[in-house]
């Protein structure tokens, strides 16, 4: 039983990875066997960055309890931190994503993490944008909009399955080849 040609959308996207994988810097990302492995540990320094920024923002969103710090006071010091660090995962993604593009494309994972990635991008400028426009009503847990938790569920799960997606490209690829 032979192998049938990819037909569609798993043909175009092939062939746009094999038009990337032959380009100059392509090529020479694949050559320098430091870039990858590089790239890949910043890659997980700034996911962890981004999640524990998320994380505890969500901590507070749903507990009860004032702590010492407020939403506000965490996403005006973490969401910062957080655009910084996805600045840096946009990077070090396309470094890998330019050396490798075959083992990103053909990956359901890969494309379900870009979706998620817009969709929890959105979330967290519209929060951001929330909470500095009306900073007192978040502050205080009886007064905070009950979409403040459906937020903070809602951003973590997606962090979550982010980082799950991320890992599976790695080691699904191969079963798209």
């Given at each position: 039983m032979q192998d049938t040609p990819p037909t569609g959308i798993s043909a175009l996207v092939r062939h746009w990875a094999q038009i990337i994988s032959s380009t100059g810097l392509s090529r020479w990302l694949q050559d320098h066997l430091w870039v990858i492995p590089t790239s890949q540990s910043i890659h997980i320094v700034c996911v962890s960055v981004v999640f524990a920024s998320s994380l505890l923002i969500s901590i507070r969103l749903l507990t009860a309890n004032e702590g010492k710090r407020t939403v506000s006071q965490l996403a005006t010091t973490l969401v910062p931190w957080m655009y910084r660090a996805l600045i840096v995962l946009l990077l070090t993604g396309a470094v890998q994503t330019y050396a490798e593009p075959m083992r990103q494309f053909v990956a359901p994972a890969f494309w379900s993490k870009m979706a998620m990635?817009?969709?929890v991008l959105t979330l967290t400028i519209w929060f951001s944008i929330t909470v500095q426009a009306n900073a007192g009503r978040w502050d205080r847990s009886e007064?905070?909009?009950?979409?403040?938790r459906?937020?903070?569920?809602v951003s973590l799960g997606l962090w979550v399955a982010i980082i799950f997606c991320g890992r599976f490209i790695g080691y699904t690829y191969q079963s798209y080849l």
């Open positions: 990635i817009l969709c007064t905070r909009p009950p979409r403040a459906i937020f903070a569920v």
